[in-house]
Nanobody
Framework: QVQLVESGGGLVQPGGSLRLSCAAS????????MGWYRQAPGKQRELVAT???????NYADSVKGRFTISRDNAKNNVYLQMNSLKPEDTAVYYC?????????WGQGTQVTVSS
């Protein structure tokens, strides 16, 4: 059974940094990409960043230059370094793992940016 476990969320002041981690277990091959999505209250879930098995990355325009996604293929872990955080980054952040046939989601971790 595939499981995604996120960690690293919390409360941070505007301009601060956080690093999210996601550890995937129960899957050994067939991963096409891993990534992060977020959902703010009253809004739809949106893409933050993704990274393919080959290392190609894709970012939402709102986080380009501030967030960096990285991946450890050997461990099936994905990370999101978030710098220069803004109040509008406040949301529940979800880890996503995609294969050729389906996708999986983590339980989410809360990120709150507030003074």
């Amino acid at each position: 059974q595939v499981q995604l476990v996120e960690s690293g969320g919390g409360l941070v002041q505007p301009g601060g940094s956080l690093r999210l981690s996601c550890a995937a277990s129960g899957i050994g091959f067939g991963i096409t990409s891993m990534g992060w999505y977020r959902q703010a209250p009253g809004k739809q879930r949106e893409l933050v960043a993704t990274i393919t098995s080959g290392g190609s990355t894709n970012y939402a325009d709102s986080v380009k230059g501030r967030f960096t996604i990285s991946r450890d293929n050997a461990k099936n872990n994905v990370y999101l370094q978030m710098n220069s955080l803004k109040p509008e980054d406040t949301a529940v952040y979800y880890c996503n793992l995609a294969t050729y046939y389906t996708e999986y989601w983590g339980q989410g971790t809360q990120v709150t940016v507030s003074s």
